[in-house]
Nanobody, 124 residues
Framework: QLQLVESGGGLVQPGGSLRLSCTASGGTLDDYAIAWFRQAPGKEPEGVSCISSTGTRSNYARFVKGRFTISRDNAKNTVFLQANSLEAEDTAVYSC?????????????????WGKGTLVTVSS
């Protein structure tokens, strides 16, 4: 069964960068759209970015647009989230999720598989 594991979180100063990875095992990500979500303490989860199975389509939440970049390497079974110009408000647990789809699109609903998340803390 497909499993997702996030990595790359940690403590970073405001203005710094991190690259988060979402790596799959037990199967291939080729037919899955992937989305990143985050949940800050005391807040509801929110969609951050998503990418289609082929990587040709992507979407960004307005609060990360221009700062975060999503990409994928299907040969490595991995999706990346490059997070630049990090702000204190970006502090959260970041999780990736996969939706099995035959269409070249991505979204934040109907996710089939979730990872456990990686903590990002932005603080001086």
């Amino acid at each position: 069964q497909l499993q997702l594991v996030e990595s790359g979180g940690g403590l970073v100063q405001p203005g710094g960068s991190l690259r988060l990875s979402c790596t799959a095992s037990g199967g291939t990500l080729d037919d899955y759209a992937i989305a990143w979500f985050r949940q800050a303490p005391g807040k509801e989860p929110e969609g951050v970015s998503c990418i289609s199975s082929t990587g040709t389509r992507s979407n960004y939440a307005r609060f990360v647009k221009g700062r975060f970049t999503i990409s994928r390497d299907n040969a490595k079974n991995t999706v990346f989230l490059q997070a630049n110009s990090l702000e204190a408000e970006d502090t959260a647990v970041y999780s990736c999720a996969a939706e099995h789809t035959g269409d070249d699109y991505c979204g934040y609903g109907g996710m089939d598989i979730w990872g456990k998340g990686t903590l990002v803390t932005v603080s001086s």
